[in-house]
């Protein structure tokens, strides 16, 4: 209930719950008309805890046991190319559990084609950020947010977002990207914790530069169907 308290009272900020838990700050019984859990129930993913700032409190719609599969991770550009959609196709046409933020973009096609799909979103749970996306609010299995009813999709809360994304999952597959971007946190993240990294190689001329330099580090590569299979039929 502490825990509860203080992520309605503060917004879902992490910063703030945490200097409450810290300062011990009073609290009180709140009723709140929605699913969710604590970092201290039994069903929280423990996978969680491994990051320096995990979400104290998840607010969801859908199937919360989904958490306790293996999960593949799917980012790239909100400004998505046709070949980041082909590729984005092929990827969710495996019989997986994917994972990716329902923004726009790959993003928007993880959850358009995948068979099941879990959706991270950067504001209230009852919201619906971008509109466009309504559909797809319906089509994913479960949704889950660290900001309570109504809270507004900030431009600070996607990085926070991403965090839980990237943590959930086993494998991180990166269809496109700039090198100046927020997928590039995501794959510094990533990095930080462990997780694979799978690629597609692009185009020298292309705008989406950040794949070719994480190839370069050391990433991994799809380079034909049959890599991409393999990939993901190993979950």
Known sequence: MRLLYYALRYNGDYNKINNAILNNEPYERV???????????????????QLANPPYV??????IDLLKRKIICVIGSRNAS?????LTQQITMHNCLFISGLAKGIDGYVHQYAKQS??????????????????LYGKTDLI???????VKPYRHHFPMRNRIMVAL????????GKINSGTMLSVNLALSLGKEIYVFPTSFFSEY???NLLIKEGAFV??????LKEIVSEL
């Open 31 to 49: 009723d709140y008309n929605g699913k969710y859990i604590t970092i201290e129930d039994k069903n929280y993913p423990e996978i969680l805890k």
């Open 118 to 135: 879990i959706g991270v979103i950067g504001c209230g749970i009852n919201r619906i950020y971008p509109k466009e996306n309504k559909l």
């Open 58 to 63: 998840l607010f969801y719609h859908g199937n």
């Open 144 to 150: 889950i947010s660290e900001y309570p009813n109504d």
């Open 209 to 211: 530069n950040l794949n």
């Open 222 to 227: 799809i380079n034909d169907a049959e890599t």
């Open 169 to 176: 999952c086993e494998k991180l597959i990166v269809v496109e």
């Open 82 to 86: 046709l070949e980041g959609k082909k």
